[in-house]
Structures are given as C-alpha cells and as structure tokens.
C-alpha cells in the first residue's frame, strides 16, 4: 500500500492528481477503505448485540471449560542427547496438561466416573493421600466441579506444591516424614471409615488406569503411527504404566513395558518401590516386560541435560525415564515415554 500512494504523490509535486479517482490504486484503496470502514461499523454493531449471539459463539469453541484441555499432549523426539546413535527416543510432554502433568488424566476420570455411577455429586468431600502432581490434579479437578477436597501429604513435601494445592481451594493435612506415603494412605482410609468423606485411591481405583487406557495410549499408538516398540516409563501408583500398556498391548503384543522403579535407598519424587502390603493394587505385574532400578544421582542428571540440552525443563522422575530410555536406546530403536516438561519446582535443582 505504502508503495502504490508514493507514487501518485510524488507524481503531481506535492499534491493529489486532479483525476485521482480516475487511478486504479487509488481506486482501490478508495474501495478497500470503505469495506474497512463497514467491517469495522459491523464489528461495532455487534458488540451491542444480545449477549445470547456470545453464547452461541462460546459453544462452537474447541475447548468449553479448562477440563477439555486435559490430554492430546504433544510427543516430541530427543536431538542432542542421543548423541551419533540412529535409535529415536519420544518424549511425552505432559507438562502441557493444566495442572502440569500426567496426573491430570486419572484426577478427572476418577471424579467424572465416579458421578456417572452416582457414587459422588458436587459438594461432597473427597479425600486423597498424595506425594504431590496427583494431589495438585484432584485439587484442580475438584474446583471445576465443585467438591471440597482434602488432601493428605507427608510434611516434607516441597512448599511448592502445598501452595498449588491450597490456591486451588484444597485442605491439606500433614502427616509425618516418618509416616510417608503409608501412613497418609493409612489415615485416608480411618477419615472415609469415620464418614468424613469418600476416598477416591488412585492406588485401588481402575478409573486411574482407565483414564490412560482411554487417552495416553490410544495418543502414543496415533502420535507414532503405530511403530512405537517400546513405552518406558517411571512407576508411582503404576495407573500410567498400566493403562497405556494395555492399549499398546492390544494394538501390538510385541510392544515391551518396561517400568521405572528408585533402587535401594534412592528418593525420587513420583517413583515409588512400594513395600509389597502397599503395592498399589491396579498393579499387575505380568503388563511390565522389565523393571529398570533407577539411581537418584542418574536420574537427577538426566533432568539438568534436558534442560540444558534439550530446553525441556522437568522433574526428577521424568529425568529418570529419560535415563531408562538412553539405557534401552543402546540396544532398541523407537523407545517412546512419557515426560513432562513443567513439573520442576525449583530452579536450583537444574544447576
């Protein structure tokens, strides 16, 4: 446009052509002008419409509350990590999910089939024990639908994530660093026992399992086009490793599980080696293929590359997977794993 009025300007020393209507670029920003001009009046007019047409508008939107935003996270391949090798490594980027991680998924499937059952209606208490990204989903999942949640956490969980927790509107209730996960687990039971609310047990509810049965793996199969090999990934309450690889499993029995567990005396946040009175019981062992024993100090380094290397800044348990997936890369092509990106509370971790 700047080009096309220079023109005319310079051809008549200082002013407008006599016959400038008579100039086809001036005819057309005449036009062009007054289709702006009406564009602009109907986007007013609009504005002072009944606020009925908004609603219409606001139902052809993709994604209606912040819950249909949960899943359909991207897979994104490793660069500079798998150094000259030709294997490929995917990684999962649950990080996109709202409340930051995969445990989004199972958090509203666990209250969504649990009202279709008629096993809960909003304004009913809820109660978790939880070490942090499930407790943080449930919290946010219960403000959507209008529960009050309470969640039960050992007291060394990092203020980070009692914080999230909180500004979603849930009640925490610590319990000893001596006690953990066991003892919070323990005291879920005794609080639904005296009826002070309905446990939900991410640990014993198939819903958990469900919600990756139904999502995470039918995501992978598509992402992929079906030529995933391996799904690596670390084990909590065991509902990701389980339902993805039932999915996997059917599309493809040769795809091999293989899961994550801390080994001796290591503490990474999100893995568990659970005593066998507490193995979660979703877990079925004969859906694993390996179990890889992960060491804190491997899996903490693996978190700093990625970040470093491959601009993906996560948590201690999704470095772990990626550490299982360099071992297995040495020997497979195509491994595929979830990891989220955004689940790293402090920086100071990454130095």
């Known amino acids: 446009m700047g080009t096309l009025l220079c023109a005319p300007w310079q051809a008549g020393a200082g002013k407008w052509p006599t016959n400038a209507l008579a100039h086809p670029a001036l005819c ?39 819950a249909d935003c949960v899943g359909n996270t991207p897979l994104v391949r490793l660069q500079r990590m798998m150094g000259t090798t030709s294997n490929t490594i995917l990684l999962k980027l649950e990080g996109n999910n709202p409340a930051g991680s ?4 199972p958090a509203l499937s666990m209250i969504t089939r649990a009202e279709l059952r008629g096993q809960i209606v909003p304004g009913d208490t809820l109660i978790e024990a939880t070490s942090g990204n499930t407790g943080i989903a449930l919290a946010m999942a219960a403000a959507i639908k209008g529960y009050r949640m309470i ?3 050992p007291d060394n969980s990092s203020a980070e994530r009692k914080a999230a ?3 979603y509107g849930a009640e925490l209730i610590l319990v000893s660093k001596d006690e953990g996960m066991e003892g919070a687990r323990d005291l879920a039971d005794r609080m639904q026992a005296e009826g002070r609310g309905k446990v939900l047990d991410q ?3 198939g819903d958990n ?3 990756h049965y139904t ?22 309450t065991t509902g990701t490793i389980m339902g993805t690889s039932r999915y996997l499993k059917e599309q493809n029995p ?7 567990q801390p080994m001796e005396g290591a503490s990474i946040p999100g893995i568990r080696r659970w005593p066998y009175e507490y193995l979660p019981k979703i877990y079925q062992s004969d859906r694993v293929d390996r179990i890889i024993d992960m060491g804190q100090t491997e899996a903490e380094e693996t978190m700093r590359r990625l970040a470093r290397e491959e601009g993906i800044f996560c948590g201690v348990s999704s470095g772990g997977s990626v550490a299982g997936a360099l071992r297995i890369a040495r020997e497979v092509e195509n491994a595929t794993l979830p990891a989220h990106g955004r689940r790293q509370e402090r920086a100071d971790s990454c130095r």
């Open 165 to 167: 927790m909180t500004a």
């Open 254 to 260: 040769d795809v091999q599980i293989v899961g994550l």
């Open 203 to 205: 640990f014993a509810n």
């Open 102 to 105: 995969v445990k989004d998924r």
């Open 28 to 66: 057309f920003l005449g036009i062009t002008t007054a289709l702006c001009v009406i564009w602009a009046l109907s986007v007013c007019r609009y504005d002072r419409r009944p606020r009925r047409l908004d609603r219409e508008y606001a139902m052809t939107l993709q994604y209606q509350t912040i």
């Open 209 to 211: 399992p469900e919600a």
């Open 215 to 236: 999502s995470t793996g039918p995501e992978i199969w598509q992402q992929t086009a079906g030529t995933v090999t391996h799904f690596v990934s670390s084990m909590g």
């Open 151 to 153: 969640l039960i956490m």
